[in-house]
């Protein structure tokens, strides 16, 4: 099982990034999938989960500024989080994150850097 994580970068305030990340090795179509952010030094946390297609929660921080989306397609699924209006504070280490069968996957994490 793999979640190969992709995108991130350098955007300057009010700009925007694309994270995707692909899920395979197993069928995670029936799961829900998110993406976590964590700062040096502190907790990583959670700021949007898709639970289907027509499903989503975004912490406070990022709604209405970020929109998360998934592909379920037969053998990898996608999980993408399209960042607008970005905000220094916004600068973070990015995970994209699966949980099947009592087990936490996690992808390698991209780093997102915001300039003011």
């Known amino acids: 099982v793999q979640l190969q994580a992709s995108g991130g970068g350098l955007a300057q305030a009010g700009g925007f990034l694309v994270l995707s990340c692909a899920a395979s090795g197993t069928d995670f179509s029936s799961n829900a999938l998110a993406w976590y952010r964590q700062a040096p030094g502190k907790q990583r946390e959670l700021i949007a989960r898709t639970f289907s297609i027509e499903t989503a929660w975004y912490d406070d921080s990022v709604k209405g500024r970020f929109t998360i989306s998934r592909d379920n397609a037969k053998n990898t699924v996608t999980v993408s989080l399209q960042m607008n209006s970005l905000k220094p504070e916004d600068t973070d280490v990015y995970y994209c994150?699966?949980?099947?069968?009592?087990?936490?996957?996690w992808g390698q994490g991209t780093l997102v850097t915001v300039s003011s």
């Open positions: 994150h699966a949980y099947k069968n009592g087990v936490d996957y």
